[in-house]
C-alpha cells in the first residue's frame, strides 16, 4: 500500500526563471517555498503556480484579523461544548455580531448543533493559529508537521477575550510575510491533494517525503486537517479571489 512513498525519493524541481508568466516577486518567493520543500522533497506541480505578486494584493485589516480570531476563538469554543451565554457574551461585549459570517451565526444560534459541524469547527483553532501569528504573537508559524499548541494559543486569548485594545491597537506581519506563507502553504496542500487523487491516498505522517516518516492516509492525518485550515485563513487574509465573507473562502491548487 505505500510502496509509492517508499520509492518517491527523487522529485524534480522545475525552474521558475524559465517561466514568463511570473513576475519577479511572484518567481523569487517560489524560489523560497522550492527551498523549504526540496529539505522534506515535497511533490511540486510542474507548470507556473503562483500566489498574487505583493503589489497587486490589498489584505485584511488589522482591526478585521484580531475580530476574526476572537470571532473564531468564540465559535470553537462552543464547538467544544461552552455554554452559548458564555461565547455570545465575547461577541456581545467587544461587538463583533456584524462580523460574523451567516454560518457561523447558524452555528452560534443553533440548540441542537450537529455533532459532526462541532466537530468540524474544532479544527479552527489551527485557522486562529495563523491569525495569532500574522498579528505578532506567535514568532514562527512553522512546518505543518503536526496541531499547533492549543495551550498556548488559549493563553494567549483568553486575556483578550474583553478586551478593545486587541482590536484597536492590532498590527499585522508584512504583506510579503504573509504571501510566502500563503505560498509554501498551497504548494503543500498540492502535494496532499496530488497524493490523494494520484497516489493511493497516503501522505508522510508530519509532511516529510525524504522517507524517514511513517505513513498514513491523507483522509485520516490530523496534518490534512493543519493544512487545510493554514490554506483557508491565508486566503482570506489575503482577499485571494475577493471572497464575499469568511463563508466564501475557496482554496485551489
Given at each position: 500500500?505505500?510502496n509509492?512513498?517508499?520509492k518517491?525519493?527523487?522529485?524534480?524541481y522545475?525552474?521558475?526563471?524559465?517561466w514568463?508568466?511570473?513576475?519577479?516577486?511572484?518567481?523569487e518567493?517560489?524560489?523560497r517555498?522550492?527551498?523549504e520543500?526540496?529539505?522534506?522533497k515535497?511533490?511540486?506541480?510542474?507548470?507556473?503556480?503562483?500566489?498574487?505578486?505583493?503589489?497587486?494584493?490589498?489584505?485584511?485589516?488589522p482591526?478585521?484579523?484580531?475580530?476574526?480570531?476572537?470571532?473564531l476563538?468564540a465559535?470553537?469554543?462552543?464547538?467544544?461544548?461552552?455554554?452559548?451565554?458564555?461565547?455570545?457574551?465575547?461577541?456581545?461585549?467587544?461587538?463583533?455580531?456584524?462580523?460574523?459570517?451567516?454560518?457561523?451565526?447558524?452555528f452560534?444560534f443553533?440548540?441542537?448543533?450537529?455533532?459532526?459541524?462541532?466537530?468540524?469547527?474544532?479544527?479552527?483553532l489551527?485557522?486562529?493559529w495563523?491569525?495569532?501569528?500574522?498579528?505578532g504573537?506567535?514568532?514562527?508559524?512553522?512546518w505543518?508537521?503536526?496541531?499547533?499548541?492549543?495551550?498556548?494559543?488559549?493563553?494567549l486569548?483568553?486575556?483578550?477575550?474583553?478586551?478593545?485594545?486587541?482590536?484597536?491597537?492590532?498590527?499585522l506581519?508584512?504583506?510579503?510575510?504573509l504571501?510566502?506563507?500563503?505560498d509554501?502553504t498551497?504548494?503543500?496542500?498540492?502535494?496532499?491533494?496530488?497524493?490523494?487523487?494520484?497516489?493511493?491516498?497516503?501522505?508522510?505522517?508530519?509532511?516529510d517525503?525524504?522517507?524517514?516518516?511513517?505513513?498514513?492516509?491523507v483522509?485520516e492525518?490530523?496534518?490534512?486537517?493543519?493544512?487545510e485550515?493554514?490554506?483557508?485563513v491565508?486566503n482570506?487574509?489575503?482577499?485571494?479571489?475577493s471572497?464575499?465573507?469568511?463563508?466564501?473562502?475557496d482554496?485551489?491548487?
Amino acid at each position: 500500500m505505500f510502496n509509492w512513498l517508499r520509492k518517491n525519493k527523487a522529485v524534480s524541481y522545475p525552474n521558475p526563471d524559465d517561466w514568463s508568466s511570473g513576475t519577479p516577486d511572484q518567481i523569487e518567493r517560489l524560489k523560497r517555498s522550492y527551498s523549504e520543500l526540496r529539505k522534506r522533497k515535497v511533490p511540486v506541480y510542474g507548470g507556473p503556480l503562483f500566489v498574487e505578486d505583493q503589489s497587486e494584493v490589498v489584505g485584511q485589516s488589522p482591526q478585521d484579523v484580531a475580530r476574526r480570531a476572537l470571532i473564531l476563538f468564540a465559535v470553537e469554543l462552543q464547538a467544544e461544548g461552552v455554554s452559548r451565554d458564555e461565547t455570545h457574551s465575547i461577541l456581545d461585549t467587544l461587538e463583533l455580531w456584524e462580523f460574523v459570517s451567516p454560518k457561523e451565526k447558524e452555528f452560534l444560534f443553533n440548540e441542537n448543533p450537529d455533532p459532526l459541524e462541532s466537530q468540524k469547527l474544532v479544527w479552527r483553532l489551527e485557522s486562529i493559529w495563523v491569525l495569532m501569528w500574522a498579528l505578532g504573537y506567535i514568532e514562527e508559524l512553522g512546518w505543518p508537521s503536526g496541531m499547533c499548541d492549543v495551550p498556548k494559543l488559549v493563553g494567549l486569548l483568553e486575556p483578550h477575550e474583553k478586551s478593545t485594545e486587541f482590536i484597536t491597537k492590532a498590527a499585522l506581519r508584512s504583506i510579503s510575510d504573509l504571501l510566502d506563507a500563503q505560498d509554501l502553504t498551497m504548494r503543500i496542500h498540492w502535494a496532499i491533494r496530488d497524493a490523494y487523487l494520484h497516489h493511493q491516498g497516503i501522505i508522510p505522517e508530519d509532511l516529510d517525503w525524504s522517507g524517514k516518516s511513517n505513513s498514513v492516509l491523507v483522509t485520516e492525518s490530523a496534518v490534512t486537517g493543519v493544512i487545510e485550515q493554514r490554506h483557508y485563513v491565508l486566503n482570506w487574509l489575503l482577499n485571494f479571489l475577493s471572497p464575499e465573507d469568511w463563508d466564501s473562502v475557496d482554496t485551489p491548487t
